[in-house]
């Protein structure tokens, strides 16, 4: 049973063509994350939602947002995709306290 | 600057052998060390935690030893199995429900 689901698993879009990847989490937890991994690299923290406070990582540039719209659903939006973007965009999610994040497959982006 | 270093990319071990891998960390505010494990296509699962107050913890084939005075750990797997073989991230954070961040990983290979 997936517990967090990303779509969709591979997504190509266009230099400067906005494009949105979407999480969705059947476990309640409170607490979702936007990772971007790029190939043999660390996954590196892009933003984070705790409940609906919504917490930007201070080098996560402005090309990139993010929206809550419900407990379930987190979305990452690129307005401008540049060929640096292309990466791997892993969703995550956890309760609270807990330091167990719940990771989703990912979504591998490539941009031409 | 990497705060959290995995510097073998690779690793290849004897299936039944003990598999060793091993992580290093910069920053003297981290209190807890987590243990990720990646197959292809899928997103980390979390495999194993240790806190600062703890040297050593074990779960069945893993166990993950700690030496904070030289800012290290190392996760041991006995014996490996080929089923063992995937990308392994380290990941550090100052405190239990804190934001962590990650190392890059290294791949095993446990060979048959």
């Known amino acids: 049973d997936a517990m967090v689901i990303q779509n969709p698993r591979y997504q190509v879009t266009q230099f400067g063509k906005p494009v949105t990847l979407s999480c969705s989490q059947t476990l309640n937890h409170n607490v979702m994350y936007w990772y971007q991994q790029k190939s043999s690299q660390a996954p590196k923290l892009l933003f984070h939602?705790?409940?609906?406070?919504?917490?930007n990582e201070a080098d996560t540039p402005d090309n990139f947002q993010s929206r809550r719209p419900n407990t379930s659903f987190c979305f990452l939006d690129i307005r401008s995709p540049g060929l640096g973007d292309a990466a791997m965009y892993l969703c995550?999610?956890?309760?609270?306290?807990?330091?167990?994040?719940?990771f989703g497959p990912g979504t591998r982006l490539t941009v031409l | 600057d990497q705060q959290v270093k995995q510097n073998s990319p690779s690793l290849s071990v004897q299936e039944g052998r003990i598999s060793i891998l091993n992580c290093d960390y910069t920053?003297?505010?981290?209190?807890?060390f987590l243990w990720y494990k990646k197959y292809p296509a899928e997103g980390p699962t979390f495999l194993i935690s240790?806190?600062?107050?703890?040297d050593k913890n074990e779960d069945g084939r893993f166990t993950v030893f700690l030496n904070k005075s030289a800012k290290h750990l190392s996760l041991h797997i006995v014996p490996s199995q080929p089923g063992d073989s995937a990308v392994y991230f380290c990941a550090a954070s100052p405190l239990r429900g804190q934001n962590f961040v990650f190392g890059p990983g290294t791949r095993l290979s446990v060979l048959p």
């Open positions: 240790i806190s600062s107050i703890k």
């Open positions: 995550a999610t956890t309760l609270g306290t807990s330091n167990e994040q719940f």
């Open positions: 939602y705790y409940d609906k406070d919504f917490n």
């Open positions: 920053n003297s505010m981290f209190d807890y």
